[in-house]
């Protein structure tokens, strides 16, 4: 039985690869609520588009800049940062409508709504850099709540 260790390898190799990690790896930034639903009426009023927001989180020990970043839905509305330094454990919140951007919350300027309300839902997307590689994404469905938490 001479080719036996390099089945143990070939074996261990196809476990390797077929096997998913135990837990996914916590991102850098993560997506850590969307209040897709803001209270009452959406009559796109100021105060309405403000109550529907996401909230990103530094999960690291390094302060992160953020600029150029995106956050965008699942139909391609888009965000995009300008310079803000998200500080180590701290969370930014952008907010649907308009106002000034703030220590730790930004405005994406919208006059309407971003995120879909339940039960169609919707999926929450944040994108570094000019590659715009994946860092996270959120996703909703059919729920009682007015709000997700990822
Ligand atoms: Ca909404």
């Known amino acids: 039985m001479r080719p036996a260790p390099l089945l143990v390898s070939a074996t261990l190799a196809?476990?390797?690869?077929?096997?998913?990690?135990?837990?996914?790896?916590?991102?850098?930034?993560?997506?850590?609520?969307?209040?897709?639903?803001?209270?009452?009426?959406?009559?796109?009023?100021?105060?309405?588009?403000?109550?529907e927001y996401a909230s990103l989180k530094n999960t690291t020990g390094k302060a992160i800049q953020l600029e150029r970043w995106i956050l965008r839905d699942a139909s391609g509305h888009k965000y995009r940062f300008g310079s803000f330094l998200l500080k180590p454990?701290?969370?930014?919140?952008?907010?649907?409508?308009?106002?000034?951007?703030?220590?730790?919350?930004?405005?994406?300027g919208s006059g309407n709504y971003v995120w879909n309300n339940s039960p169609g839902g919707d999926t929450a997307g944040i994108y570094r850099g000019s590659d715009l590689k994946k860092i996270d994404t959120c996703s909703w469905g059919r729920s009682s709540k007015a709000y997700t938490t990822c």
């Open 14 to 51: 196809s476990f390797a690869v077929l096997s998913p990690p135990a837990y996914a790896a916590t991102p850098a930034v993560q997506i850590v609520k969307v209040y897709y639903d803001s209270p009452g009426k959406d009559t796109r009023s100021s105060s309405s588009l403000n109550a």
């Open 89 to 108: 454990g701290k969370t930014v919140t952008v907010r649907t409508g308009s106002g000034n951007d703030g220590p730790s919350t930004v405005y994406w």
